[in-house]
Each structure stands twice: as C-alpha cells, then as structure tokens.
C-alpha cells in the first residue's frame, strides 16, 4: 500500500526561528493536506493542495505541492510559542482515502 | 470548513461492553470516515461511512467489532463492540465532499475512549 515519511519526526526551535518538514510518498497523490493537531483535539485543516507544483500560503505557512506529486512540504515562518503541535501531512489518491504521514512534533521555546 | 461535533468527547468503559460514539456535522458531506488514533501515533482509517448501504472497512477491522449507522448527509454513529484495553484510543469522524469545498477533508474533535 501507499507510504508517507514525514522528517523531521520531531523537532525543537527558538521563538521566531522557521520551520521546514517534508512528506515523501512512494506513490502519486492528487491531493497534499496539511493538518495541525493539538493535545486533546482533532487535526485541524491548515493548507490544502491540488496541483503539481502549487505554491499556497496560509499567513506565516506555505506548502508546495512537489512537481513528480510524490512529495510536499510545509514552512512555518517567524515560529510563535502556539505554533507548538503536532503536524500531519496527508496524501489523497483517486479512492479518496486519506494516507498519513506520521506527523512532525514540533516544540518552539519562548 | 465544517462544523463537525462528537458525542461523547470520553469516556471510560469496562471491558466486554460496547460504546456508540455519535458524529454530527453542520453540512450536508458525501463522505463520512472513521479513524482510530493511538497514543503518540498517526490516524488509522476504519472504515467510509456511507448513505444508504454498508459501510466500507479497511483491512484489519471488522463490520460486527465497528458496526457503522450512516441514516442521512450529516450523521453516522460508530460503535466499539465487546471492548478490550487494547481498543483505548482516540476515535475521530471526518468528513469530505458535498457542500464542502472539494477535495478538503475535516475532523471532528475526537472520542477519548479509555477501556478497563
């Protein structure tokens, strides 16, 4: 079945620093989500992506959808002390499923 | 984006009972899923909730351990039957498609289910 590694698995930054993570699949996506979650809280939605090479931005996050559709990553930038959570990404094929990477725990020291 | 709530938001059972978590959502949706999260780990599809006919089950669940109610456009139930602890997870609805924008998929808050 499809696969996603998603880098860093975790990480630990300074306030105000930027983020970068990535998602690589073995498969082709026609859809990149990227989700935030919160201890406690389901994922919540931040960018979605439909297109081979799109750029989006949401705020301080952009997310790009890889031009072989096998990959995406997410820059989070001037990181603030909310910005802590777990992010997810995930890859939608033709079947509509979603699957998903295993999520980047991301700590930002004040 | 969707207003999606969860009924209940946790709770703690005995082994060999069942729970029946409720998903309501504020738009009429096409697809209604059901995920599985464990501690610490990533989302687990169960199975596609849909309208009118059986539900449809990844591998390794099971329709009479995760039996499913989808009765219109914007409600499902899932049931987690004859509980053991190993069943303690995190259980999200999600939903996708009809009057959403298309492709974009929504969790609900989640059913923290502990099982003793």
């Known amino acids: 079945g499809q696969q996603l590694n998603q880098s860093p698995q975790s990480m630990f930054i300074q306030e105000g620093e930027d983020v970068s993570m990535n998602c690589t699949s073995s498969?082709?996506?026609?859809?990149w989500l990227w989700y935030k979650q919160d201890p406690g809280e389901g994922p919540v939605l931040l960018i979605a992506?439909?297109?081979?090479?799109e750029l989006t931005s949401n705020g301080r996050l952009t997310a790009q959808f890889g031009i072989t559709r096998k990959d995406s990553f997410l820059n989070i930038s001037a990181s603030i002390p909310s910005d802590v959570g777990i992010y997810f990404c995930?890859?939608?094929?033709?079947?509509?499923?979603?699957?998903f990477g295993k999520g980047t725990l991301l700590t930002v020291n004040p | 984006s969707a207003v999606i709530s969860q009924k209940p938001s946790r709770d703690i059972c005995q082994r060999g009972t069942s729970l029946t978590i409720q998903c309501q959502v504020d738009?009429?949706?096409?697809?209604m899923f059901w995920y599985r999260q464990q501690p610490g780990q990533s989302l687990t599809l169960i199975a596609t909730?849909?309208?009118?006919?059986?539900?449809?089950?990844e591998s390794g669940f099971v329709i009479d351990k995760f039996p499913i109610s989808r009765p219109n456009l914007t409600f499902s139930t899932l049931t987690v039957s004859n509980m053991s602890p190993e069943d303690s997870s995190i259980y999200l609805c999600?939903?996708?498609?009809?009057?959403?924008?298309?492709?974009?998929?929504?969790f609900g808050p989640g059913t923290r289910l502990t099982v003793l």
């Open positions: 999600s939903v996708s498609g009809g009057e959403l924008v298309a492709d974009t998929q929504y």
């Open positions: 498969s082709i996506f026609n859809t």
């Open positions: 992506l439909y297109k081979a090479g």
């Open positions: 995930a890859g939608r094929g033709s079947n509509y499923k979603l699957t």
């Open positions: 738009s009429q949706v096409t697809m």
């Open positions: 909730a849909n309208q009118g006919s059986e539900a449809t089950y």
